[in-house]
């Protein structure tokens, strides 16, 4: 498994933008498939976006219906989550993660420890 940490995050009002960053440690990092997840408070956590470990193929919720980019940084081994046109209902705990898998699924095995975004109307 690989160590993940997360930053970016916090406040926002409607419409306005943030960005979300995430760092992978350990071996073969950047062989990972890589992603984000979410979850609003009362909810369960769901699936943002993710990115293959070459960053070829992304992977969108339909929710983000254009207003979120994923990128990766493989000399980094550093993932980005630029969103737009945030609405109140992104409030949430953003976590990134990484899959073993050629693209992150629905339980991947590595998290981190989640950053908190919040979005008023």
């Known amino acids: 498994q690989v160590q993940l940490e997360e930053s970016g995050g916090g406040t926002a009002q409607a419409g306005d933008s943030l960005g979300l960053s995430c760092t992978a440690s350990?071996?073969?990092?950047?062989?990972?498939?890589m992603g984000w997840f979410r979850q609003a408070p009362g909810k369960e956590r769901e699936f943002v976006a993710g990115?293959?470990?070459?960053?070829?193929?992304?992977r969108y919720a339909d929710f983000v219906n254009g207003r979120f980019t994923i990128t990766r940084d493989n000399a980094k081994n550093t993932i980005y989550l630029q969103m737009n046109d945030l609405k109140p209902e992104d409030t949430a705990d953003y976590y990134c993660?990484?899959?073993?898998?050629?693209?992150?699924?629905?339980?991947?095995?590595?998290w981190g420890q989640g950053t908190q975004v919040t979005v008023s109307s």
């Open positions: 990115i293959t470990f070459g960053g070829g193929v992304k």
């Open positions: 993660v990484a899959d073993t898998k050629m693209t992150v699924t629905n339980n991947p095995p590595s």
């Open positions: 350990g071996r073969d990092a950047k062989y990972y498939a």
